[in-house]
């Protein structure tokens, strides 16, 4: 049984997207980020950084979005969400994980937030730097998906390609989203097609990039 600490759009909604997926046991607890639920004692005693998403695993608490979609996938194999270990395919699985979570993610943390890096006066400096990144880990990932793709591990969807796609989510308004790369315009549209994204935006309650 799980428990996801989550807000909606968040982090939280590739981990929260994967459950449904597997059709895992799970309950939501939904946090007011704006009441700064996720700043209180309660919630930093499982998640010490404060930030979203926080996953009870009978009752224990595991972070990190990246981490949990490794977690997930594994936990539930009989949906082949991740390669086998040991395969070639499981290594280009990590690289893709980690390229998502350490390259582009970092990126859009500054974009969102992008008084942290550098205080409030440099704001704008840095949102133009992470644009840049963001924008040429799309023109990577975009190549790489024109020449192996339709999905990052070739023809089949594995949990990096969801990870990837509630990455593209978080570009729906820049100025160059994820979408204007033709391959990823095509795997967003294949990976909204699935049904647990629709069940996904029913239960986070959204509505935009649908
Ligand atoms: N590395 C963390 C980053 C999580 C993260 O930055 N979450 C954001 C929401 S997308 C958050 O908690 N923001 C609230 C805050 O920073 O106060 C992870 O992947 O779980």
């Known amino acids: 049984m799980y428990t996801l600490y989550y807000s909606p759009g968040a982090a939280s909604l590739v981990v929260h997207w994967l459950l449904i997926e597997t ?5 939501l607890r939904r946090l007011d980020t704006a009441a700064g639920e996720h700043k209180r004692p309660e919630y930093l005693a499982l998640n010490p950084s404060g930030l979203i998403p926080t996953l009870l695993v009978h009752g224990e608490p595991l972070t990190e979005a990246a981490a949990l979609v490794l977690y997930l996938a594994d936990a539930h194999p009989h949906f082949g969400l991740a390669p086998a270990v040991g395969d070639i395919d499981r290594g280009r699985y990590y690289q893709w994980v980690l390229h998502l979570a350490n390259t582009l993610q970092p990126a859009f943390r500054i974009w969102f937030y992008p008084q942290e890096g550098a205080g409030e006066a440099n704001s704008e400096a840095a949102k133009e730097q ?5 924008e040429a880990a799309w023109a990577r990932i975009d190549a790489h998906l024109q020449r192996r793709g339709p999905y990052l591990l070739g023809a089949g969807v ?3 390609d969801f990870l990837l796609c509630m990455l593209m989510r978080w570009s729906r308004n820049m100025p160059r989203p994820a979408t204007a790369w033709p391959q990823l315009a095509a795997h967003a549209q294949r990976m909204k097609a ?4 629709r069940t996904l935006y029913e239960r986070e309650g959204l509505d935009e990039w649908r």
């Open 23 to 27: 059709g895992a046991r799970h309950e």
């Open 130 to 134: 992470a644009r840049l990144k963001i």
């Open 158 to 160: 594995s949990a990096a």
């Open 194 to 197: 699935r049904p647990s994204f």
